[in-house]
Structures are given as C-alpha cells and as structure tokens.
C-alpha cells in the first residue's frame, strides 16, 4: 500500500474532520528544500504558516542538521532525572543570559506541557508559601496555550473546545483588545485595564496567575495587544501579587520583531514559555522559565515534598538542547532579528494592495505574523462554493503552490522567519488572487441574488 492509502487507512489527524479528508487529495511530503516541502510527485509547496508557526531557517538548514546527527552519534538521549547531559546544562545557560530576569529552566517537549509546567509550579509555588487560597488563573479571552486540559483551560477558544468544557478547570476570563486597521479610528485600551485592576482588586487574595500570550494572540484570531497593554497587566500582577505567566512559544524568538518578547514589551513576567522556534523547528522542545524568586520556594528537605513534581521522558532532550544552541548561534552570527524587521516592513507594504477588497474588514500584522479578516460587511465569510472557508483557501492555496492555512475566515500568514523577499512576495501575491477569486464570486453571487 501506498502512503496515500495507508494515511486513509490508519491515521487520524489532528483539527481534521477526516470524513472530509477521506473524499480529498492526501498530499504526501517526502522531502524539504529552502523554504519548500515537496512532495512525493516532485510538487513544490512555499511553506506560508512555517510548519505551524515552528520553522526558522527553512527545511535543510545544514547547521542544524549536522549538529543534530553528531548529538545522536555520541549520545541520543539521557533524561534529567538523576542525570544531566551536556547540551541541556549549555542551552539552560544560554537561554537566562538572553531572557531577563530568569534564573531557572524546565525542560519539556512541546508548548502545552511547558505551560502545564507553568501552571503546576504556579499553584504549587502559593502551596510551599502558605497562601494555598491563591488558587484559580485568570486569562484573556481568545488566548490559546494548547490542547491540554490545563492548556485548554487557561486558553479557551470556544469554536474548538467547547466539547471538551466539562474537563475544564474555572478560570477568569477578562476580555482584552487588539490593534485594528487605522481605518477604525483610534483605540483605547485604558478601559480594558481598568475593569482588569477592578476585578484583581476584588479577588487578588484568591488568583495564583495571570495566563497570557506576550505580545499577541494568535490561535484566537490574530489580536496584537496595543503598545503598552501587556506593560500594564505586568504592573497590575505586581501591584497584587499575582504571578505573571507569559506564553512566547508563538510570539517569541522574533516572530514579532524582537528577539524576547516581553522585553520589547516593558513586561517583567515571573514565568516565560518558549517552544516551536526554539529550535529552529527542527526538534520538540519546549522550556519554563522562571525568576529565582520562584525557584528558592521549591527548595526544603525532602519530605518538606516542596520539590516540583513534573517530568517527562524526553525532558532536556540532548538532540534538541544542540538544535536550540545551533539554532541561537544561527540568529546571532545572521543577525535574524534585523531580516525579521525589515522584512516585516516589506510585508507590510505588500499588504496594502488588500484593501481595495471590500471583503477584506481588517488586516492585522506585526512583525511575520499577518492576519486578513475576510467579512461580508460584518459577518465572517464562512463558505466558498459549498466548502467552509478555510478549507477553500487551504485548497486553493495548495494548487498555487502554497502550503497555508486559516483561523476560519481569517487567512494568517505566519512564513519561516528567515523567509527571503521573493518567498514573501509570492506568498502573498497567491493570497492575493485568491481573495480576488473569493471576491469575484461573492459579487456574482449578491447579483444574482437580486435580479
Ligand atoms: C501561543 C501558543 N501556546 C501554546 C501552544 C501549544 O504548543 P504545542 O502545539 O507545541 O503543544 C501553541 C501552539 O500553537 C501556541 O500558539
């Protein structure tokens, strides 16, 4: 059997309602080139969304793939438990030198489990100091942190979990704003705080948390936060005592423009999360930051039973510590973060042309990071030719050449960040025709409506 029919056959993927796939072309990739996935008919995809907002260098960065080869030659894995390996010890060093503040590193091996790491050495961090009321996270809404069910809990998107609410932990959920297009006039986010500072005012005595992504939410439709917003929250949570968790496995590493998020934000988390690019995209690997201020409350005699207990298999895996310092080396000796900016700036331009679409409501962008928000006046545009949107673009997309998905109706691009501009360009020149085909049929559809 082929790979095609045995992918029909046997496996199940993720956010994918397979009867639907069934009935569709199940592209096989075999290999990767430059800032392509091709696959097994030889057919080039650009890589629009960077392997779900993971991938760096693009699919053959030679550095990276050698160092991970040697690793694995001399030692392919040694876990942190009664053990430390090389790589980790290094990449631990490394990463508190880059991201102020943090003294401590907690190794796990992808987004959700770094945050369920965050949100146990939260609670646990209020238990070893005799404050075991301060309990419940509070979060934005429309922020996500993964799939698991603390994850779910702090990160509620309700299109994707509602099945799964009765698993769910309380939490408090306060709504957040986020930079629109110039064309909705100026907005305020003061009002945001305000009714924030009221409701920690009221439960402060009762909240462990503060759950949030830094700089913007990407899962929850492309909602970049104001300048200054996060700084505020930061000043609230020390105001009344509430731990700052801050979510960089999407946002950080540049994905923005800086290299540390909640830096370039003024924000002083008391715990940072960062995973997908931390590698390069080439490993899963994932870190917990912490402040040593949380770490030295871990600390007693054993059966004080302060000590954390979380750990997994792969923690501080040696293969993806080497890929992460490969990887940091990479940023640093290319400069990545001053090719993110202007290239962010090259994007932005390219972007422009968009708004001649009447369909297109709002474009949001920061950094690599885009979202175009396909409306009928103010409604979400849910289906295509019988098909939800989503699938139609991703569709379409594909046959241009293009490997790119949606968050529904918005179209996110979120390319490899080390992207060359003629990548870019033709990135968004395909998204371009489509939404000119999406606009095209619309049209015709509202005449044909009316005669
Ligand atoms: C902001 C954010 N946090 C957490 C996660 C979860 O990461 P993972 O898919 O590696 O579990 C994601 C994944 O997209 C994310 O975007």
Known sequence: ???????????????????????????????????????????????????????????????????????????????????????????????????????????????????????????????????????????????????????????????????????????????????RHEKFGRQCFEQYIEKIDKILKKLSSKISGFVMESGAQIAGGVNIYPNNFQKEISKLCKKYDILLILDEIATGFGRLGNMIEYEAQDSEPDMVCFAKALTG???????????????????????????????????????????????????????????????????????????????????????LLCGIDLRKGRDPIRMIDNVPIGQYIAGESLKEGVYLRTLGNIITIIPPLAIGQDDLKKIVDVEFGIVDKIQKKLNRFSKDKFV
Not at 119 to 128: E, F, S
Not at 324 to 342: C, S, V
């Open 1 to 179: 059997m082929n790979s095609n029919n045995l992918d029909k056959k046997y496996v199940w993927h993720p956010y994918t309602q397979m009867k639907l796939w069934n009935n569709l072309e199940n592209i096989v990739i075999k290999s990767g080139k430059g800032f392509s996935l091709i696959d097994s008919k030889g057919r080039r995809y650009l890589d629009g969304i960077s392997n779900m907002w993971c991938n760096v260098w693009g699919h053959d960065r030679t550095e990276i793939i050698d160092a991970m080869k040697q690793q694995l030659d001399i030692l392919p894995h040694s876990s942190l438990f009664g053990l430390v390996n090389g790589p980790s010890v290094n990449l631990a060093g490394r990463l508190t030198s880059i991201a102020k503040g943090m003294s401590k590193v907690f190794f796990t091996d992808n987004g959700s489990t770094a945050i369920e790491a965050a949100l146990k050495i939260a609670t646990q961090y209020w238990n070893n100091v005799g404050k075991t009321q301060k309990k419940k996270f509070i979060c934005l809404k429309n922020g996500y942190h993964g799939d698991t069910i603390g994850c779910m809990s702090v990160g509620y998107v309700d299109g994707y979990f509602s099945p799964y609410k009765s698993l769910l932990v309380k939490t408090i959920k306060v709504d957040s704003p986020t930079i």
């Open 281 to 367: 995209g080439y490993f899963p690997l994932a870190v917990t930051l912490t402040t040593s201020h949380i770490f030295k409350e871990f600390l007693g005699e054993y059966w004080d039973k302060k000590q954390l207990f979380h750990g997994h298999t792969f923690t501080g895996h040696p293969v993806g510590c080497i890929a992460a310092l490969t990887n940091l080396d990479l940023y640093q000796k290319l400069d990545l973060i001053k090719k993110i900016r202007h290239n962010a700036s090259v994007l932005n331009r390219l972007l422009e042309k968009f708004a001649e679409f009447d369909i297109c409501y709002d474009i949001r962008q920061k950094g």
